[in-house]
C-alpha cells in the first residue's frame, strides 16, 4: 500500500540556519511524484516543490531543495536560511501513477511536521 | 488571476444534519479534488470530479456525494453528519491535461464543525 511517513512531528530552526524534514514513502510504482506542501496556520496548502521518480537531478526552488534518495525511498525537503515566515507545518506528498496526464490527481500525505523558526 | 475559492469559511452543524460545501477552481483549470484533514492529521483524498464525473474515489462512505457543473466549480455534500466528520474540508483544482502535475493548487479550506 502507498504510504508516507514523516517520523519528525515537530522541528525547531534558528533563523537563517538550514533545516532538514524528513519524508520517506512506499510504492510499488516505477512511475509516482513527490510533493512538499506547507501549510500555514490559515489552512491553505502552498505547494513548495515537485520530484518526478525519473528525475534524475534533485528540485530546487529557491531556498527549497528536496533530497531525493530513490533506493532508500527518501524524499526529504531542505529549507535553506530559515525565515521566521517559514513557521508552518509541512507535508510530504506522493502521487501514484503515470507522470504526464492527468489520470488522477490523488494525493497521499503524510501526517506533516510542524516547524518553529526561532529568531 | 483568482485562485480557487471555497465557502464557507466556517460551518457548524448538528449530529444528523446535511451540509454543502462549495468550490470554484482556479481560472483555466478543470478538475477539481476534495480533501478531509482532520485536526493534528495529513489530508485525505475524498474524490476528484473532471467532466462533471466523479473519476476516482478514497475510502469515504457514500454519506459523501459531490457535484461538478459546466462551469466546473463543485459542491461536496455530507449527509447524516457524524462527530467524525468535524475536520478541514479542501479543494483542489488542477488540468486535466497538462503535462506538469505539480500544477494542483489548494483553496483556504472549509472548517467544519459538527456538534
Known amino acids: 500500500a502507498q504510504k508516507i511517513t514523516q517520523t519528525q512531528p515537530g522541528m525547531f530552526v534558528q533563523e537563517k540556519e538550514a533545516v532538514t524534514l524528513d519524508c520517506t514513502y512506499d510504492?510499488?510504482?516505477?512511475?509516482?511524484?513527490l510533493f512538499w506542501y506547507k501549510q500555514p496556520s490559515s489552512g491553505e496548502m502552498i505547494f513548495l516543490i515537485y520530484q518526478g521518480s525519473y528525475d534524475e537531478q534533485n528540485a530546487t526552488e529557491g531556498r527549497y531543495s528536496l533530497n531525493f534518495q530513490k533506493a532508500r525511498k527518501s524524499a526529504n525537503l531542505v529549507i535553506s536560511a530559515s525565515q521566521l515566515g517559514d513557521s508552518a507545518m509541512y507535508f510530504c506528498a506522493m502521487r501514484e501513477g503515470p507522470l504526464y496526464g492527468g489520470a488522477t490527481n490523488k494525493l497521499i500525505f503524510g501526517t506533516g511536521t510542524l516547524l518553529a523558526v526561532q529568531p | 488571476d483568482a485562485g480557487v475559492t471555497q465557502s464557507p469559511t466556517h460551518l457548524i452543524k448538528t449530529r444528523g444534519q446535511q451540509v454543502t460545501l462549495r468550490c470554484s477552481p482556479k481560472s483555466g483549470h478543470d478538475t477539481v479534488s476534495w480533501y478531509q484533514q482532520a485536526l493534528g492529521q495529513g489530508p485525505q483524498f475524498i474524490f476528484q470530479y473532471y467532466e462533471e464525473e466523479e473519476r476516482q474515489r478514497g475510502n469515504f462512505p457514500d454519506r459523501f456525494s459531490g457535484h461538478q457543473f459546466p462551469n466546473y466549480s463543485s459542491e461536496l455534500n455530507v449527509n447524516a453528519l457524524l462527530l467524525g466528520d468535524s475536520a478541514l474540508y479542501l479543494c483542489?483544482?488542477?488540468?486535466?491535461?497538462?503535462?506538469?502535475?505539480?500544477?494542483?493548487?489548494f483553496g483556504p479550506g472549509t472548517r467544519l464543525t459538527v456538534t
Open positions: 483542489a483544482s488542477s488540468l486535466f491535461a497538462q503535462q506538469k502535475l505539480y500544477e494542483q493548487y
Open positions: 510504492t510499488s510504482d516505477q512511475s509516482y511524484g
